[in-house]
């Protein structure tokens, strides 16, 4: 069993709706949890940061983390066709060695 | 905003070749990391620094070396490039290890 399980897609959507990604994750021991945007050819770009459990809202982002069920989830409000891209989520115990899904690519339609 | 840069965007190379990856971050981070990525895989850890002349194994590391020289370079090695070892190459930098800032990345060929 992987330590971090993201469901690769593809998820397409129409412009304006909510986009909900989602990963689980094995190991305890995580305390920070990370989405990374990456547009085609380019290298992942660091999206949201979270640390332990709760909520964070960056614009049209929300991070949340249930550490209780070990679920992490990226959502994202009135989508643009320029949120396509794969996003990845990354996790981290206190080692700092960083934890990738396999990524999700996105699709939105105009 | 931190800048993190490769050498190339895409590269092409022979079996046996002896290669290197560059990569350069101007943000003075301690932390240095050199993944590869595959379809499927995911992003996968080769090898990481957390000082000059430091280096610590990632998942892996076989067929690959390192080297860093300067706190701001960090460079992979691939001592006798095979066909498995094509992919996309991504170097990161990082303060505190855990908010990584990824370079474009480097998309080798080994022929």
């Known amino acids: 069993q992987k330590e971090v399980e993201q469901d690769p897609g593809p998820l397409s959507v129409p412009e304006g709706a909510i986009v909900s990604l989602n990963c689980t994750y094995s190991?305890?021991?995580?305390?920070?949890f990370m989405w990374y945007r990456q547009y085609s050819r380019k290298g992942p770009e660091l999206l949201m940061y979270?640390?332990?459990?709760g909520n964070k809202e960056d614009g049209r982002f929300t991070a949340q983390v249930d550490k209780s069920s070990k679920y992490i989830s990226l959502f994202i409000r009135d989508s643009q066709p320029s949120d396509s891209a794969t996003y990845l989520c990354?996790?981290?115990?206190?080692?700092?060695?960083?934890?990738f899904g396999q990524g999700t690519t996105l699709q939105v339609k105009p | 905003d931190v800048k993190v840069t490769q050498s190339s965007r895409y590269l092409v190379k022979r079996t046996g070749e002896k290669v290197f990856l560059e990569c350069v971050q101007d943000?003075?981070?301690?932390?240095m990391f050199w993944y590869r990525q595959d379809p499927g895989l995911g992003l996968r850890l080769i090898y990481f620094?957390?000082?000059?002349?430091?280096?610590e194994k990632g998942d892996i590391p076989e067929g690959y070396s390192v080297s860093r020289e300067k706190k701001e370079r960090f460079s992979l090695i691939l001592e006798s490039a095979s066909t498995n070892q094509t992919s996309m190459y991504l170097c990161?930098?990082?303060?505190?290890?855990?908010?990584?800032?990824f370079g474009p990345g480097t998309r080798l060929t080994v022929l």
């Open positions: 190991n305890s021991a995580f305390q920070y």
């Open positions: 943000m003075d981070h301690e932390n």
């Open positions: 990354a996790m981290s115990s206190n080692t700092g060695k960083l934890i």
């Open positions: 979270t640390y332990s459990s």
């Open positions: 990161a930098s990082s303060l505190n290890r855990v908010e990584q800032f």
């Open positions: 620094s957390y000082d000059v002349k430091m280096k």
